[in-house]
């Protein structure tokens, strides 16, 4: 089974049929609060402190430049919004979408709103992609999507998907907001997008009890049956692991594809939150690596060097 967004002269047409959204689809403002607030709840007692709490000043000033310097609108989405044909091509998919420089200027500013909070590890870094020419930094960008790390600029990886993920979610808000469930594969990656998930998440409320995969890149969540291994969709196979049996925090892992990705419960605290609560897990990650499994997702603020 697939995504697909809908046109607007769809939507009437099939929501009747909806059980569960097959996509939601981020309040921005909402999201970068939320994320800030809960990095600096877990960064209390836990080892990597310092570091989330950066984390935490990122998505601060993520909200602040969606508040103070949000982008135009973007013409060309504007042509596909009742086109049910490029809107199934997903539009803004990494791959096929050419990235406006106000990319770059978020970046920018981005990074000279981080200066007050940097070491001066991170502030070398900085002045690194301060000093790069755009040609340098789309080469990164490109780099980074396809591959989702950098081996050689590991350092620079974070502030580059914080400027383009701030991108991502504002062109998601000018694309209709609908979609259904279609056949299909690569339900993987996101149906907006085409990017790898952080983490999945039960919800609880209207959804209650259904899994939603949260995009790393533009925040979308999509769902995606709990009986089925998210990465390469089989069933018979799969197992849980958590460091506190009361924890809200676990991985599922498939031994037929050797992945594992999070697995988030709101039952068990409404409060978690995709990136932050992967992220502030990381001991997991090491067990789930002792183990012989690899990770199916991306988190923001934490890129391999390899």
């Known amino acids: 089974m697939s995504i697909r967004i809908l046109a607007e002269s769809e939507i ?58 949000p982008i135009s609108a973007d013409s060309r989405l504007s042509a596909v919004k009742d086109n049910a044909a490029l809107l199934s091509q997903k539009p803004l998919h990494w791959k096929n979408w050419q990235r406006d420089p106000v990319w770059i200027d978020l970046l920018k500013q981005l990074l000279q709103r981080l200066k007050p909070h940097a070491n001066d590890t991170i502030l070398a870094t900085i002045d690194r992609l301060e000093k790069a020419s755009a040609n340098e930094l789309n080469a990164l960008a490109d780099q980074l999507l396809q591959s989702n790390h950098l081996p050689e600029h ?19 808000q000018q694309i209709p907001h609908h979609a259904k469930t279609e056949l299909g594969e690569n339900r993987q990656f996101c149906p907006v997008c085409g990017s790898a998930p952080v983490a999945s998440l039960i919800h609880i409320g209207e959804a209650q009890g259904t899994r939603y995969l949260h995009c790393s890149l533009c925040e979308s969540e999509w769902h995606m049956v709990r009986v089925k291994c998210s990465n390469c969709e089989q069933g018979g196979k799969l197992h849980y692991w958590a460091l506190d049996s009361q924890n809200a925090v676990k991985s599922e892992s498939c031994d037929d594809c050797q992945s594992y990705l999070k697995v988030l419960y709101q039952d068990k605290d409404p409060e978690v939150e995709a990136v932050a609560d992967d992220l502030a897990s990381f001991f997991l990650d090491d067990e789930m690596e002792k183990l012989g499994y690899a990770k199916s997702a991306v988190n923001p603020f934490l890129f391999p060097s390899e």
Do not use: H, M
Not at 157 to 171: D, E, R, T
């Open 12 to 69: 009437k047409q099939a929501a009747a049929g909806f059980f569960a959204p097959p996509l939601l689809f981020a309040n921005p403002k909402n999201l970068y609060r939320r994320r800030a607030a809960r990095l600096r709840k877990l960064a209390e007692n836990n080892p990597l402190q310092a570091y989330l709490r950066f984390c935490a000043n990122i998505a601060d000033i993520q909200l602040e430049l969606l508040q103070t310097a």
């Open 154 to 172: 590991s350092d620079q990886a974070v502030f580059l998907w914080a400027a383009l993920s701030l991108y991502w979610v504002q062109l998601v």
